[in-house]
């Protein structure tokens, strides 16, 4: 990676590195990882010059700023574009965008919907759901292999028609999630040609999401009705109810997509993962982990300073922005032995790819049950899988996704 880094910035009397890289450059979101490891290197604290932002690379410092959010605020927005000195696009996320006491009840509200007994609940039909899928996809085909994109097939089919029904919403017009939720990450960086290609649909698919967040459009028995449940109780205001569905649509549909492609494209370049995986079925956890660890699908988060913050000897200047580079602290070689491989026999638990402490994914267990459904069903059937052609990136300011990963699989 080409830069000058190191050149010095006074910051309220301490010198940081500064970096001309830009993590939302069209070539770097194709490949993120030079830019993560030049980021790392330069040091603890960098000043990024294209954006006039801080950055944090390294595991340590990336750790102890998600976890210290009374100095590191998401109220001012977890994007680039600062809530504290202009107006929003829309209006703020009340659970990402928060901060206490603001984010204490929805927090409470999810945390409660979607713990581990949920899990529980959901398991079977999930499981279900998920042997369907891989049925009717390899009986389309002939003979002991199968091709498919592995992307559109499965990484996007499954939480398709798994994850709206349990929110509780109709079938048709679920194809709004995936560019709702495309142009919202992407609304999170810089006002860039991504950002632009969405912009002309983001009126519509917002008033089309908004408009499924009200008590009438949800079924009786989902995760929505849920919610409105908790307002009735009075443990939301009814105001804030449909803003806690909307974080549903808006966080989980497409982090599992590529959450899902990242570990599909995983396992199909490493064989002998997969191989592992089949032998050892109870490894589907470790593998969708060490796959978000791994390809980090959330690359980077911003936070806003506070106050002067000292991080490592540098200092933050009130008021700035700082990015938190999760994908680079989760290949970190500081914090992991040989970050770069793709390994189900390390314990990939503390990574980042989820975030840390009061924001940590709210999600996590839905996802995490989501890919062992998925990846059981297919472990049960197939006997190999390699890539069947070239990828491709979908780029995305905030999200490592894939448009498509073709590949071949041999029947079980
Ligand atoms: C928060 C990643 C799936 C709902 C987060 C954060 C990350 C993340 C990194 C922390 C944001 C921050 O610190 O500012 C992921 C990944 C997923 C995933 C990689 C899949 C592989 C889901 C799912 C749901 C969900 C399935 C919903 C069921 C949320 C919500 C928050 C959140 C509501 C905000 C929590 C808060 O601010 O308290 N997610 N997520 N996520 N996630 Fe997920």
Redesign the pocket.
């Known amino acids: 990676m080409t830069d000058a880094p190191a050149t010095a910035l006074r910051s309220a009397g301490t010198r940081l590195p500064v970096s001309a890289l830009d993590p939302f450059d069209r070539d770097v979101l194709e490949d993120p990882l030079p830019l993560q490891a030049a980021l790392r290197d330069a040091g603890p604290l960098v000043y990024l010059s294209t954006h006039d932002v801080y950055a944090m690379a390294r595991y340590e410092q990336v750790y102890a700023a998600?976890r210290d959010w009374q100095s590191f605020e998401?109220g001012g927005g977890?994007g680039l574009s600062n809530f504290r000195t202009g107006k929003p696009w829309r209006s703020p996320?009340i659970?990402?965008?928060?901060d206490p006491p603001y984010?204490d009840a929805?927090?409470r509200v999810?945390?409660g919907l979607?713990g581990p007994h949920t899990q529980r609940r959901l398991r079977d039909k999930w499981r279900a759901a998920a042997a369907d899928l891989v049925d009717e996809l390899l009986a389309g085909h002939t003979g002991n292999s199968a091709e498919f994109d592995a992307v559109a097939s499965l990484a996007e089919a499954f939480?398709l028609r798994a994850?709206p029904d349990?929110?509780g919403i109709p079938d048709s017009g679920r194809e709004n999630l995936l560019p709702f939720s495309d142009f919202l990450f992407n609304a999170f960086g810089p006002r860039n040609d991504l950002v632009a290609l969405g912009a002309p649909r983001a009126r519509e698919l917002s008033a089309w999401v908004n408009s499924h967040c009200q008590r009438e459009a949800l079924t009786e028995d989902g995760?929505g009705a849920q919610i409105w449940a908790a307002a009735d109780r009075g443990e939301l205001t009814p105001e804030q109810a449909p803003l806690?569905v909307r974080?549903?649509f808006?966080?989980?549909?497409d982090?599992?997509v590529?959450?899902?492609a990242?570990l599909l494209h995983a396992l199909a370049t490493h064989p002998a993962q997969w191989q592992r995986l089949r032998a050892e079925p109870r490894l589907v956890r470790v593998a969708?982990d060490e796959a978000?660890r791994w390809a980090?699908?959330?690359q980077t988060?911003?936070?806003t300073a506070t106050g002067d913050i000292r991080v490592a000897g540098g200092v933050v200047p009130a008021g700035a922005k700082v990015l938190?580079l999760?994908g680079a602290a989760n290949r970190d070689p500081r914090r992991w032995d040989a970050p770069d491989a793709f390994d189900l026999s390390r314990d990939p638990s503390g990574h980042?790819?989820?975030?840390?402490?009061?924001?940590?994914?709210?999600?996590?267990?839905?996802?995490?049950l989501?890919?062992e459904c998925l990846l059981t069903a297919l472990a049960e059937r197939v006997e190999t899988i390699e890539l069947a052609g070239p990828t491709r990136r979908r780029p995305n300011n905030t999200l490592r996704a894939w448009d498509s990963v073709p590949i071949r699989v041999r029947l079980a």
């Open positions: 998600l998401s977890v996320s659970l990402l965008e928060a984010h929805p927090r999810l945390a979607l939480p994850f349990a929110v995760f806690v974080s549903l808006a966080a989980g549909v982090t599992t590529h959450g899902l990242a969708f978000v980090s699908p959330v988060f911003f936070r938190l999760l980042l790819g989820f975030g840390f402490g009061l924001h940590q994914c709210v999600g996590q267990h839905i996802a995490r989501e890919a």
